[in-house]
């Protein structure tokens, strides 16, 4: 088997980190304050919280999709604002989102070959990996799954992905297609064929239908439906879809749904180690599945965050233990006020998202509301339902990204600040 090498190759078994909890959210308070999670968001550097999951996990995830930085060497900033041109760049609200920059190629293969080499241990033996890359590295990566997979691991698709998109390219074709590789370890991998069908064409349907000898007498079951090509057409997430976030790069939910429909069952491990927005987690979740993710920026477990809380998973929100805590106090611009059946937030901050534990011990936030922005109309819920609050804690995150935890003793000395 061709074997691909670059400067500084080499497998070594990563260190793991502690990995903490920061909080527990149950969507519309379901399951609290008992319930385990299904979930697990969690923020740090992904090879080291892979080696921390290993013990745990090793041979056991079901179902893992990779979309990590393609080798552009661009910064890929998030979009906060609405309702702007968006074919004036230079008009756009934008902040941090990630990056996707590199010394050389050498470094990027290697980044690539320690992860896929722990998501391969990490994957059952009926499981599948989906690796999501474009024109920039896709050939490699090909070969570095097929030196990680071996002899005995199985090739299984090389799905393109194409979408329409304005391009800048005037010298060659515009460049409209990723390039989504499959592996499995063994040919006993799950893969639904009914779970995905979709329609024949039209004019499949108005062919069988007026001949009986098209197909060379083999007639396709037309109400089944097929199952799809190695190509597919969906629209990129654009500014008027509503499941657009503005993090970077965000990939569409039915493209997701497609992946894990077709390789996992209900009740199965679903993992995006390259997290982003979230979308593989919202997905699984959408469809009765556990996940785990992890980013190491914390916008994208924000943005995560906020879309699982629209599902009814419960999940927890991690952390590498070594990083600070996500949250810190400030209560200069924020008033709160408690009464028997409700939350109700004062507060000059433009805030993204807030969130409510009634009962907090102190120590572990349990999330048991949450109220964020609209995605079109911008408005925020300012009043949270919630029963009988004994010690309140707030945890709101602002649009810009900051994170502030009000513990509400503290807040009757802040109030005054206002
Ligand atoms: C292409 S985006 C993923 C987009 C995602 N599929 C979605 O639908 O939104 C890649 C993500 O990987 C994260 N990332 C890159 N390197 C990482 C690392 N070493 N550890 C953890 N996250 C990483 C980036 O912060 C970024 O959010």
Redesign the pocket.
């Known amino acids: 088997m061709p074997i691909l090498n670059w400067k500084g190759k080499h497998l070594a078994d990563p260190r793991p980190v502690s990995l903490t909890q920061d909080s527990i959210l149950y969507p519309m308070g379901k399951g609290y304050p008992r319930s385990k999670p299904e979930g697990r968001v969690i923020l740090?550097?992904?090879?080291s919280?892979m080696a921390a999951l290993l013990p745990e996990y090793e041979g056991r995830i079901d179902l893992i999709?990779a979309?990590?930085?393609?080798f552009t060497n661009r910064k890929?900033p998030a979009r906060i604002g609405r309702g702007e041109d968006s074919r004036k760049p230079s008009k756009w609200k934008l902040v941090a989102?990630?990056?996707?920059s590199w010394p050389d190629l050498d470094s990027y293969l290697q980044?690539l070959y320690e992860?896929l080499s722990l998501m391969h241990r990490l994957l059952s033996p009926n499981g599948t990996l989906y690796l999501?890359l474009d024109w920039h590295a896709d050939a490699y990566a090909r070969l570095i799954l097929d030196e990680i997979f071996g002899e005995k691991g199985v090739f299984i698709n090389e799905i393109i992905w194409t979408y329409h998109g304005p391009s800048p390219i005037k010298s060659a074709f515009n460049r409209k297609h990723d390039t989504i590789l499959s592996y499995a370890k063994s040919g006993d991998y799950t893969f639904n064929a009914n779970a995905v069908r979709e329609p024949y064409s039209q004019n499949t349907i108005t062919t069988f239908n007026s001949s009986k000898k098209a197909g060379f007498g083999k007639v396709p079951d037309l109400e089944r439906g097929k199952v799809p090509e190695d190509w597919w057409y969906f629209p990129v997430?654009a500014r008027l879809h509503n499941e657009r976030?503005g993090?970077?790069?965000?990939?569409?939910e039915a493209l997701?749904e497609r992946i894990v429909l077709a390789s996992s069952n209900q009740g199965d491990l679903v993992a995006?180690?390259?997290?982003?927005?979230?979308?593989?987690s919202l997905v699984a979740a959408k469809h009765g599945r556990r996940f785990i993710t992890?980013?190491?920026?914390v916008?994208?477990v924000h943005?995560?965050r906020n879309r699982l809380a629209e599902t009814k998973a419960v999940f927890s929100i991690e952390r590498d233990a070594s990083l600070k805590g996500l949250f810190s106090p400030d209560g200069k611009k924020i008033k709160v006020h408690v009464a028997s059946g409700s939350v109700r937030l004062e507060t000059t901050l433009d805030v993204d998202f807030w969130e409510v534990d009634p009962d907090w011990d102190g120590k572990l936030f349990r999330s048991a509301a949450q109220a964020q922005r609209h995605v079109r109309s911008g408005e925020l819920p300012m009043e949270i339902k919630i029963g009988s609050p004994r010690r309140v804690c707030i945890r709101l995150v602002t649009v810009q990204g900051k994170q502030i935890q009000l513990d509400i003793q503290a807040v009757a000395h802040t109030a005054d600040r206002f």
């Open positions: 740090g550097e992904n090879l919280i999709y979309d990590p930085p393609f890929f989102g990630y990056q996707d980044f992860r999501h997430v976030t993090y970077p790069t965000q990939k569409p997701l995006d180690f390259f997290c982003g927005s979230g979308t593989t992890t980013d190491a920026e916008r994208a943005t995560a």
